[in-house]
């Protein structure tokens, strides 16, 4: 089904080469079919569904630090909160509790599940062990060749920029008619404040033109 996403901007990633004014993302199944104005996007496709956001449309976010955060990490259960808190844990508190293939299956789901919560449609590798292999194969997200991290492995890759770097140096692809209908909406209204705030400011993503985030 044709969706018509609707939000205050959009930058379409790379070279950025959206149409002036451009404020919707048109997507058919798992392919941009259009960027431009709202307005016009809705003339031209008027049974389209429609999804209205309120911020800045841009495309997925790529995880460069995805071998730490899933190999190197352990996400607790929420079940486990009150032994083992919320954050991911590493080190001592890792070794500390005997991991077998399927805890690091479940970790890395809900690791992924995280990521996607922050904007990422996309993951650096190599991944070794095999129960992560399948997850991050199951979760849709696309698959980069190995990338160096540009600092600390977080969930949100923008907090691991360093200066002067912005927000499109992480962007997993552009947002381009015939590309991949792959992206996110943070509640911010353009890349300077999306560098301030952060990926935890999504409140949508979209991964192969399909919804799988969405703050309640």
Known sequence: MLTVHAADAVHGGPADGVPEGADAVAVDGATVVAVGA????AAAHPAARVRRWSGLIT???????????LEAA???????????GTEPLTGAAL????????????????GLQR????????????????????AVARSGLRPHAPA?????ALLDPLAALAEPDGPAALFASA??????????????PDLAALRTEGAGSCVATV?????VFRRS
């Open 175 to 188: 947002l381009t008619v015939g590309g991949p209908a792959d992206l996110a909406v943070f509640g911010v």
């Open 38 to 41: 709202y307005a016009e996007l």
């Open 59 to 69: 495309p997925g976010l790529l995880n460069a630090a995805a071998p730490a955060l």
């Open 115 to 134: 990521m996607l919560r922050h904007g990422t449609t996309a993951v650096s590798g190599p991944f070794t062990r095999p129960a992560v292999r399948t």
């Open 95 to 110: 070794a500390a509790l005997g991991m077998d293939d399927a805890r690091w299956g479940a970790s890395a789901r809900r």
């Open 148 to 152: 160096r991290s540009a600092g600390p």
């Open 207 to 211: 991964l192969g033109g399909r919804l």
């Open 74 to 84: 352990y996400h607790p259960d929420p079940r486990e909160a009150g032994e083992l």
